[in-house]
């Protein structure tokens, strides 16, 4: 493949590297809720995934492949080639950990506790040039690497400005860009200096067409264009006029791959765990959460009405188990790594006050293992999904697709994923634990036959729009 016909860029990419004992590169699977949702394109001849070396060992794949590209030979991707970008460490850690991580993601997520954050100095301005930096070194990559009228797919917040920089050099290029956060409302997008701001939205707005989880978050967006832009807004057909063009503005609501899915779940490894899982919650309910720790998933305010649940209906002590699944993630953001603390200090004053000398109520796993999250869903009565915002949310759609028996699923209003699921989940504010105790306790009271037809249709709807199509949607809106 000289040129290519579709491009996909994103910070994340499909693989990682370490480097093993020996010195040699080993690699796995990236992971995440983006990587999940494009791992099929991985598999597409004619395509190019453009993404950043995130560790010293990608650095050191990257400059060891000819060109920076990694192909299939080496990485068993399928047909897609893979360009890890070598971008100087301290311009990546201000652009992904500052500017995207740090401060786009506190604002889709409304995050802030604002009294102390965000605070927009000069220092800021100065992480600011590297996000742009970041951002031209991918348009780079990709007017170099498209064909003629190729179709470029960006994704998400951090790289916001991509589309624009793009259609400045390659006008003949066909640009999505899509988004898999939340967008902030422009009541809490104009927290961000006014010109930043309006960058971020004409940056994207050089796509053609710009894709969102859920038409909350498309709305959303439209709003900012008109209030930050003073864009002409089409709320019939959902385009914005802007720079004499017309973006159209679409929601492709992400699904779990059912097929894949189950295909991975069927291997010993799993079979290997959920006989562990087995026997360690014995003839107990169990109430399962999986979610890298993040402060959006709202981990904290979870285990508080598990707390809470146990206070109100002391009857289930002994009789139920609770497995937190709560995967590191973005440990160079202080908040972070501050939240994890809380986490691991709730979950221990938990098992304090309710543990006996045969029952361990609460159970937290922080180490990864996806065969492990996938056993757990299989063996789920009640699976508890309450993050205070969330573009989508897989785990909610994974864990019913993977039910053997059938689990009852809360979920908050505020996931993505409540606009396909609310029907058949019980719906909680995610702010709310007391609201959120009782639900849990309703879920674990709900007959069986109940729970087993709510998890069935939970699991229909789940697969509806599976990765491979979601991305054939994004691609098809271009024409
Ligand atoms: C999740 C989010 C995406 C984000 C991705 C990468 O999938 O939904 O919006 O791009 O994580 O985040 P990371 O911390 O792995 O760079």
Redesign the pocket.
């Known amino acids: 493949m000289d040129k290519a016909q579709i491009l996909v860029a994103?910070?994340?990419g499909p693989v990682s590297f370490s480097v093993d004992d020996d010195g040699s590169l080993g690699f796995r699977r990236?992971?995440?809720?983006?990587?999940?949702?494009l791992s099929a394109v991985a598999a597409e001849t004619d395509t190019l995934w453009v993404c950043a070396a995130?560790s010293d060992a990608d650095r050191k794949a990257a400059s060891s492949a000819p060109g920076g590209r990694l192909d299939k030979a080496g990485f068993d991707l399928g047909g897609a080639l893979v360009r890890m970008l070598d971008i100087p460490p301290r311009t990546f850690a201000n652009a992904?950990t500052s500017v995207?991580?740090s401060t786009l993601?506190f604002v889709h997520h409304m995050l802030y506790d604002t009294p102390n954050k965000p605070h927009f100095d000069a220092d800021f301005r100065g992480r600011w040039d590297d996000y742009r930096e970041y951002n031209a070194a991918f348009a780079e990559a990709l007017v170099t690497g498209a064909a003629e009228n190729a179709r470029v797919a960006v994704?998400?917040?951090?790289l916001a400005l991509l589309p624009r920089m793009i259609r400045g050099r390659r006008p003949d290029l066909r640009i999505t860009h899509f988004?898999?956060?939340p967008w902030a409302p422009p009541e809490y997008f104009r927290m961000l200096p006014a010109g930043i701001a309006r960058e971020l939205l004409e940056g994207m707005l050089g796509a053609d067409h710009v894709g969102f989880l859920s038409q909350r978050w498309a709305d959303a967006f439209l709003r900012c264009c008109e209030t930050f832009l003073r864009a002409e807004v089409n709320w019939g057909t959902r385009t914005v006029d802007f720079g004499g063009r017309l973006v159209r503005v679409g929601v492709h609501a992400l699904g779990a791959d059912g097929e894949g899915l189950r295909a991975r779940a069927a291997a010993d490894d799993v079979a290997a765990r959920r006989a562990a899982l087995r026997e360690l919650v014995g003839d107990r309910k169990l109430i399962l959460r999986v979610d890298?720790t993040?402060l959006s998933k709202n981990i904290v305010r979870g285990l508080a009405a598990y707390r809470e649940l146990l206070v109100r209906h002391p009857e289930w002590r002994g009789r139920v188990t609770h497995l937190a699944f709560a995967y590191p993630?973005?440990g160079d953001v202080p908040e972070y790594r501050e939240y994890t603390e809380s986490v691991q200090r709730t979950a221990k004053e938990i098992n304090e006050e309710f543990g006996t000398a045969d029952w361990t109520p609460l159970i937290l796993e922080v180490n990864d293992d996806y065969p492990r999250s996938l056993a757990s869903y299989q063996l789920a009565d009640v699976l508890l999904v309450n993050p205070i915002r969330?573009?989508?949310n897989l785990v909610a759609k994974e864990g019913p697709t993977l039910s053997q028996e059938g689990c009852a699923l809360v979920l908050s209003t505020e996931a993505g994923a409540a606009d396909d699921l609310r029907d058949d989940a019980l719906m909680v504010n995610p702010y709310d634990v007391t609201e959120t105790a009782e639900a849990l306790h309703e879920a674990l009271l709900l007959p069986a036959e109940e729970r087993r037809a709510r998890c069935e249709r939970l699991a229909e709807r789940a697969v509806a729009l599976p990765p491979q199509r979601w991305f054939a949607e994004q691609l098809r809106a271009l024409g």
């Open positions: 994103s910070n994340r990236g992971g995440g809720g983006l990587v999940s949702g995130l992904y995207a991580n993601w994704q998400d917040y951090h988004s898999h956060t890298r993040e993630s973005r969330d573009g989508m």
